[in-house]
């Protein structure tokens, strides 16, 4: 069993960063990927990233990428959501989620069995 608890969230102006941060609890957290991913009000949760349980490997949605990079440290049981060059449209609750398979890599959220309770990310024009 893994528990998740995201922070980092906050009100800034477009153009600027944030980094979220998603803390688990739990054993072996390196045998598991994790994703971020986002929902704004009234649409559906949609994939940001995911890294695999090692950190060597990463995948970003095209909305982000080049933007954003998600990274870890297994030794904090911490993975990390840096955001860059933020735009109004990032505006959501983010949430991060763990999956089993540590070389799964999905954007598919139903791959992953754990979800932490998200972080609010508003960004002004």
């Known amino acids: 069993q893994v528990q998740l608890v995201e922070s980092g969230g906050g009100l800034v102006q477009a153009g600027g960063s944030l980094r979220l941060s998603c803390a688990a609890s739990?054993?072996?957290?390196?045998?598991?990927?994790v994703g971020w991913f986002r929902q704004a009000p009234g649409k559906e949760r949609e994939f940001v990233s995911t890294i695999s349980g090692s950190g060597g490997t990463t995948y970003y949605a095209d909305s982000v990428k080049d933007r954003f990079t998600i990274f870890r440290d297994n030794a904090k049981n911490t993975v990390y959501l840096q955001m860059n060059s933020l735009k109004p449209e990032d505006t959501a609750v983010y949430h991060c989620?763990?999956?089993?398979?540590?070389?799964?890599?999905?954007?598919?959220?139903?791959?992953?069995?754990?979800w932490g309770q998200g972080t609010q990310v508003t960004v002004s024009s």
């Open positions: 989620a763990a999956d089993r398979d540590a070389l799964q890599l999905s954007s598919r959220r139903w791959h992953y069995e754990y």
């Open positions: 739990g054993r072996a957290f390196s045998s598991y990927a």
